[in-house]
């Protein structure tokens, strides 16, 4: 089946630790993106990426940081730079003529 | 101007009514436009793409759209319970670099 994957689905982050997201898509899609929602909030954009070996800053890219060496793979790391991280993190992504555009299952952070 | 401007809600309609969500844009070069749903706690679902002027039917969900006046509708007939959501209408890039969101409407359909 074709998809976009998240894992994990939960995270658990201790205050000044790194933690890396991972978003996998098997739907040849050029396009993909980082998105994260707080507790009834509309979604705020991190990072997103064209094509590979290259990304821009979203609104709010302060704190993290992402890589896309692969067509199918965007990780997304949190930085102790991230004074608050918990939230709930989307990945999504789209062929480059934007027919249509999917949304991982999301990963729900949690610093402890 | 947002680029995209939806009204937050809450949108309350009782069972069985028509619910009528809007949403406008600032890019005139948009050419296609996309509605999600997203229930609480889950990650948005693609319900409804349009590309062209007009209306363009799929089962309860009727998209509209009118690039002149730069607006997108989604319109819900015979409202359920399970209904009840947040519906984000989004332009993927045209003149823009980037798949852009509204901050999504949320409707409550009342028993």
């Known amino acids: 089946d074709g998809g976009i994957t998240q894992s994990p689905k939960y995270l658990f982050r201790k205050e000044g630790q790194n933690v890396t997201l991972s978003c996998e898509q098997n739907l040849n899609h050029d396009a993909m993106y980082w998105y994260r929602q707080d507790p009834g909030q509309g979604l705020r954009l991190i990072y997103y990426s064209q094509i590979v070996n290259d990304f821009q800053k979203g609104d709010i890219a302060e704190g993290y940081s992402v890589s896309r060496e692969k067509k199918e793979s965007f990780p997304l790391t949190v930085t102790s730079a991230q004074k608050n991280p918990t939230a709930f993190y989307l990945c999504?992504?789209?062929?480059?003529?934007?027919?249509?555009?999917?949304f991982g299952q999301g990963t729900r952070l949690t610093v402890v | 101007q947002k680029e995209v401007e939806q009204n937050s809600g809450p949108l309350s309609v009782p069972e069985g009514a028509i619910a009528s969500l809007n949403c406008t844009y600032s890019?005139?070069?948009?050419?296609?436009f996309f509605w999600y749903r997203q229930y609480s706690g889950k990650s948005p679902e693609l319900i409804m793409s349009i590309y062209s002027n007009g209306d363009k039917e799929d089962g309860r969900f009727t998209a509209q759209l009118n690039k002149a006046s730069q607006y997108v509708s989604l319109l819900i007939r015979d409202s359920q319970p399970s209904d009840s959501a947040t519906y984000l209408c989004?332009?993927?890039?045209?003149?823009?670099?980037?798949?852009?969101f509204g901050t999504g409407t949320r409707l409550q359909v009342t028993l």
């Open positions: 999504a992504s789209h062929t480059g003529t934007a027919i249509e555009a999917f």
């Open positions: 989004a332009v993927p890039p045209g003149t823009a670099s980037k798949l852009t």
């Open positions: 890019d005139r070069g948009s050419q296609s």
